[in-house]
């Protein structure tokens, strides 16, 4: 496989400490009293679940603490103000799509960052996920009427139906005395799902379908009109001075691309001091990647977007770590084995290799140049082939075992909760990914476990499943 390495320098946006903030205000979502007028096409509920086969469906379960808009076709919804206005301001929040959905977050009213369902889309332009949409002039050519919007840099985008994490950092415009404008408004930065995708970005202008005129405060906006989508954990802390980069610099980045079929060995972070030593990489031109733990037989990451940052490892001494670049994924919090021989299904999951016979095998390649990782485990010889979706969307998975075994269990996931949404369909903790099990499956069991969820299937011969993220 060809390894293509680039090296470039590059401002590392580590905000200083200390930042002072104005006031700031955790939005209460026990009701609705923090916004203006809201429509009835805004409410509260207690969950809310997307559903991947139909477009614009958000169902609701009655109660607090997610802010959810039902917006159709046939009956369109409102956008919802805030209370308070804000000038210099940092915006954090969650928020989650609904199939083929539409909608936006404004600074001041006025100012949009692109909330779309772009899942699996290789190149994000301005007008999806996180990008700075466009600005807008009726008097130009039918062609050239929308300007000035920004890609993000990479798409970070989760499905729909999983919870997304959007920062935002605001410098609003100044005007003198007169109301005349002295300096523009400027996006310092947003990082999506984990991933810088703006960074110091002027306005010229307010973007398209803005509430007003540029002004010093304005409210915080979100978009109701054109979809269905849920908003929580909303904070806004108004800033009484802009955070700077931290110019201290330092080793410029070596990035490992993946234009076609890649992957590195490595060292894997995986969780605070938790680290697999013996665990390898792998990516493609879907831009979507995944690391796997030799050692354990273990799924440990995916991830939407870029490939590998390696500069941890090969600068300098290096400490053999590497990190994804993209919006990552966790499907574990440490390597545990991924297969192991139980009595029943409620006995506990091994903890180690002893007594197992464990031992890797390495990989093979297949015909697309993608590995298959083989080992044994209990004297039965374990393929196990994790493939990346054509379409982006995630990962496929085949586990196959050369001597069948009632006793012979897979570990799907260990997570705080799991839902099964559909039929064969489950979203994994705190809808960070789904599980979506192949026809035919064995029934999987759910069960509790030091506080946590396990979600463990009997294997047979052969185990398929597909992890959406």
């Not at 799924?299 to 400490?319: E, K």
Request: net charge neutral.
């Amino acid at each position: 496989m060809k390894q293509n390495v680039s090296k470039t320098g590059f401002t590392a946006m580590l905000w200083l400490c200390g930042t002072l903030l104005a006031f700031g205000q955790r939005v209460d979502l026990k009701d609705l009293s923090a916004f203006k007028n809201p429509a009835n096409s805004w409410s509260l509920a207690q969950n809310v679940v997307a559903d991947l086969n139909t477009e614009n469906v958000l169902k609701t379960t009655k109660g607090e603490g997610i802010l959810v808009n039902q917006s159709t076709a046939k009956k369109a919804g409102a956008d919802l103000y805030t209370v308070n206005e804000y000038g210099n301001v940092a915006v954090e929040l969650d928020y989650l799509a609904a199939k083929g959905t539409n909608s936006g977050i404004y600074l001041q009213g006025n100012y949009e960052i692109q909330i779309d369902d772009a899942w699996g889309l290789k190149n994000a332009s301005s007008s999806n996920n996180g990008g700075i949409y466009q600005r807008w002039d009726d008097s130009k050519p039918e062609a050239e009427k929308g300007f000035g919007g920004v890609a993000p840099r990479q798409n970070a985008s989760k499905a729909p139906g999983l919870w997304q994490h959007i920062k935002i950092i605001f410098q609003a415009p100044k005007f003198d005395a007169s109301g005349a404008k002295t300096e523009n408004a400027k996006i310092i930065s947003v990082e999506l799902n984990g991933v810088l995708i703006h960074e110091n970005v002027e306005l010229f202008g307010a973007t398209r379908g803005a509430a007003s005129a540029e002004k010093a405060k304005g409210p915080l906006r979100l978009q109701g009109d054109h979809g269905s989508v849920a908003f929580r954990n909303i904070e806004i802390n108004e800033l009484a001075e802009i955070p700077k980069p931290n110019q201290n610099g330092g080793a410029d980045p070596i990035y490992i691309e993946a234009a076609s079929n890649n992957m590195i060995r490595s060292f894997v972070d995986v969780a605070p001091r938790v680290r697999s030593v013996h665990a390898i990489s792998v990516g493609g031109p879907e831009k979507v990647a995944y690391s796997y733990d030799l050692d354990n037989g273990t799924l440990l990451q995916g991830w939407h977007g870029d490939f590998i940052d390696a500069t941890p490892m090969w600068d300098g001494r290096g400490n053999g770590t590497s990190r994804a670049l993209g919006s990552v994924t966790r499907f574990t919090k440490k390597p545990v084995l991924a297969i192991a021989k139980l009595a029943n299904d409620q006995d506990k999951w091994i903890a180690d290799t002893a007594g197992t016979g464990f031992r890797t095998k390495g990989y093979v390649m297949d015909k697309q140049d993608r590995p298959e990782f083989k080992y044994i485990i209990n004297g039965t010889n374990v393929t196990d082939a994790v493939k990346i979706m054509e379409n982006g969307q995630g990962l496929t998975r085949e586990i196959s075992v050369d001597k069948p075994s009632k006793d012979l269990y897979f570990l799907l996931a260990t997570a705080s909760n799991i839902e099964e949404v559909a039929k064969g369909l489950y979203l994994v903790d705190d809808k960070s990914y789904y599980l979506q099990l192949a026809e035919g499956s064995a029934k999987p069991v759910i069960r509790d476990v030091d506080g946590k969820k396990e979600i463990i299937v009997a294997i047979g011969s052969k185990l398929n499943y597909t992890i959406l993220f």
